[in-house]
DNA sequence: TGCACTATGTATAAAAG
DNA sequence: TCTTTTATACATAGTGC
């Protein structure tokens, strides 16, 4: 194991969260941050035993998901239907896995993956479906309108009140939660 | 600012990716784990230009979600609607801005948040929030206001369009991989 | 209860194979 | 082009206010 002299590498350099122009460092950058994104996910669901779903579309309009218990199952939890009602959503979670289960678990990560692909297969064109959909629904979103209608000139002063409008924020929607006025109506979802 | 001699941390220490027993430290571990990992599903899309949505549900119940450009958008684009579909429109995503915008990439991403949270909590009950029409004229600050408007704007559509999504999920899931428990239209719980 | 800090584990941008 | 390596940026467990 000879080791060179001078630095073998520049080691991981700082870069601004923007669009990557250069394609490919983009494409690798995608590989690199998917699988990184998965892993976490796959870490906060085992960690905590929270029931987690990521779906990833790509540019090229590749489709990638990690669910535990599954994609499906979280979705199903994330929209029910009233009709369908009861879908009282599970305290289902994934059991205790072992110690050794690094390969296990990145093997599901594997298969989760491949089925969210197969499953993508055939809503590949729906990218530009889904632009539709949002376009149709008039506006663009809130914050995106507001912050560009204040132009680039305001941006700096906005930014530093927005440093302490982000607590502000957080602590907000943290409260929507457990603050939300409870539904008038006796009925009352279960939330397990 | 004194520094006292001794450590003034253990500095982080490497845990197990098991479950954690402790209560308390499982719950910190959520709030800390779920907003990284909603860091990087906005810098994976921000970095990348790829459509992102994330979806966590705590022990407890309650849902968290991430989006970009949202979550019931891009989870749209998971589930096609066939005849949903169809014609070419304007881009509107990654939006060109400046170079301070750590702070507003921040925001965006609270306000994201805030907006998932909303309307992953209230699609939860959407009977109920059908009939609620709640005029948040009063409030003072537009994120609040705008964010709370939104959710219960949208509800009626987004819970319209998940009924034919969670249909096409399941007929997808079942077709392209009949390892998936099959899911029959009537109420069922399936664990794992 | 929540926020801030610090040391350290982990993720990853570049470079090399 | 994909894999491996290196050096460093970033995330976060444990702790204190």
Redesign the interface.
Known sequence: MVRPRGRQSMGRQR??????EAKDR??V??SK??A??FK?????S??????????????AGH?F?FGD?????????????????????????????G?G?DDL?ALRRAAEET?AQ???E??R???????????K?GR?????A???ALG?AE??E???A??K??AN??R??NA??SA?PP???P?Q?Q??
């Open positions: 870069i601004a969260i923007r669009r990557i983009r494409q950058t995608f941050r998917r990184g994104l976490k996910a796959s870490e906060l085992m960690l905590t035993g929270a029931s987690v779903a990521v779906v990833v579309f790509s540019e489709a998901g218990p599954s994609v499906d199952a979280v979705l199903r939890c994330y929209a029910p239907v009233p009709g369908d009602a009861a879908a009282p959503v599970p305290p289902l979670r994934g059991a205790g896995f110690e289960d678990e089925k197969v499953a993508a055939q809503s064109m729906c990218e530009v479906a889904e632009k539709i959909v949002v376009a629904a663009q979103f809130w914050w995106e507001d912050v560009e680039e941006l700096p906005f930014a530093r927005l440093e409008l982000r924020v957080h907000h929607a929507l939660l939300q539904p008038p109506p009925q979802q939330q397990q």
